[in-house]
């Protein structure tokens, strides 16, 4: 009887402990996937932005950076299948640091690719130089118009663009401020004083050979002459 008894409870640990196992390993599979549709979800999100890149016409060539990725996940794979239960092994491509860090580094990438398109694309006008041309009254209206303009241009850049009308965007307002600067014209400033005005607000500025009595005369007239200093290079 006693026997009995002990083969009985001696069966039941043994059942309680495959369960207690099985819980395990089931625990660890719902784990896995969780960190499964984690990657997929970020490798998504990677693909996406590259692709919307390269629509846009951008080189980009990101096959150094996925060479560990994609050997780890072949590893893994044959691994699987040998023994599916080798999933559930921690391993180097269900690292969520591993796909995190890749993200992070196409994404500043792209970043600095999307700030060159930017500065390439926009007219070479500064606040400084609008500033100053907004002080002429005849001038004012078109100025800030180039102020709202650059203000919007510049809060862009600072923007990681998630589509295709985001570059689209950039372009038309370049094109709006090349408009706006080549109309900025007066009757009343002559025409050699105001080419002094766009390229002496620039960043290049303007030769000093270039600056004549007549400029001089017209800057003290209107008082613009304490707006106006010398800088070498």
Avoid at 10 to 38: A, G, M, W, Y
Avoid at 123 to 131: D, T, Y
Wanted: net charge negative; with cysteine.
């Amino acid at each position: 009887m006693i026997v009995n008894r002990i083969e009985q409870i001696t069966k039941e640990i043994e059942e309680l402990q495959k369960k207690k196992e099985l819980s395990n390993q089931t625990t660890k599979f719902v784990q896995r996937n969780d960190e499964l549709s984690f990657i997929f979800n970020e490798l998504e999100k990677v693909l996406d932005i590259i692709m919307l890149f390269r629509e846009i016409g951008f080189n980009i060539d990101v096959r150094e950076k996925f060479k560990g990725f994609k050997s780890s996940f072949f590893t893994m794979k044959e691994n699987w299948e040998k023994d599916e239960n080798s999933i559930i092994t921690q391993n180097q491509f269900t690292s969520r640091n591993n796909i995190k860090n890749i993200h992070n580094e196409i994404f500043q990438d792209l970043f600095t690719m999307w700030k060159n398109f930017v500065d390439e694309k926009k007219p070479n006008l500064n606040f400084e130089q609008l500033n100053i041309l907004e002080k002429i009254p005849e001038l004012e209206t078109k100025v800030k118009e180039l102020k709202d303009c650059l203000e919007t241009i510049n809060r862009q850049k600072e923007t990681f663009p998630i589509k295709v009308e985001d570059f689209d965007l950039i372009l038309s307002i370049s094109n709006d401020m090349t408009q706006l600067w080549n109309q900025l014209s007066s009757e009343k400033i002559p025409d050699e004083v105001l080419n002094f005005l766009k390229k002496a607000g620039s960043y290049e500025g303007i030769k000093l050979s270039e600056i004549n009595a007549n400029i001089l005369m017209w800057l003290s007239e209107h008082s613009l002459t304490q707006l106006c200093q010398v800088r070498f290079k």
